[in-house]
């Protein structure tokens, strides 16, 4: 099956400081990728839709020049957290599909627990 | 407008006791898919709905599509401790990828 590697899965960085997360699809090529944010016992909010090849698209309300997005290959998408704050910390969890809205449903990364001190 | 609710937001039961978590619309969805989240872990896909009135099962899971597809449920048969997690439906936007999520229903079942 389609599998996707988020790394790092966790990270502690200092407030000022930027954080860059990786998500890649490891046997199949994603031309879209989609960044979420989950604070805790809540649901996925969708932050970006990141296309290869092309900028990215935001969702309302997410700073464009906060979160950095690149796709730059068909397999491997990165979200920057720039001149991250306390309230940034979240976990962050990619996802990729093997095509079109399929029976295959999306593949998530595996996250990344984000603290900021 | 996009969002799916969802209810309840949480659900604790006995082991052996079934659940159900529901999933609301106020338009019609082009289709919806549930997804798994064990706690710490993410979210992994169940199932895929697209036929007006729909219904598949996964050993004891029973997904339903509604008849005017503005809704769909899960069903847990006789719950085990491995169905302990959040069960999140999401709506996927016609003529786009991108997935909505519900509010989630958190599991929690006693022993």
């Known amino acids: 099956g389609a599998v996707v590697s988020q790394h790092p899965s966790w990270v502690i960085c200092k407030s000022g400081t930027s954080v860059k997360i990786e998500c890649r699809s490891l046997?199949?090529?994603?031309?879209?990728m989609f960044w979420y944010r989950q604070f805790p016992k809540q649901s996925l909010m969708l932050m970006a839709t990141s296309n290869e090849g092309s900028k990215a698209t935001y969702e309302q309300g997410v700073e464009k020049d906060k979160f950095l997005i690149n796709h730059a290959s068909l397999t491997l998408s990165t979200l920057t957290v720039t001149s991250a704050h306390p309230e940034d910390s979240s976990f962050y969890i990619c996802?990729?599909?093997?095509?079109?809205?399929?029976?295959?449903?999306?593949?998530f990364g595996s996250g990344t627990r984000l603290t900021v001190v | 407008g996009q969002q799916v609710m969802q209810i309840p937001q949480y659900q604790h039961v006995q082991e052996g006791e079934d659940f159900t978590t529901y999933c609301n619309s106020s338009t019609t969805l082009s289709n919806i898919q549930w997804y798994k989240q064990r706690p710490g872990g993410h979210p992994v896909f169940l199932i895929q709905l697209v036929k007006s009135g729909e219904v598949k099962k996964q050993k004891r899971l029973t997904f339903q599509f509604g008849e005017a597809k503005k809704n769909s449920s899960l069903h847990i048969t006789a719950t085990q401790t491995t169905d302990v997690g959040t069960y999140f439906c999401a709506r996927g936007l016609q003529g786009a990828q991108k997935l909505v999520f519900g509010q989630g229903t958190r599991l929690t079942i006693n022993p």
């Open positions: 996802s990729a599909s093997q095509g079109r809205l399929t029976n295959y449903g999306y593949t």
């Open positions: 046997d199949f090529q994603a031309t879209t």
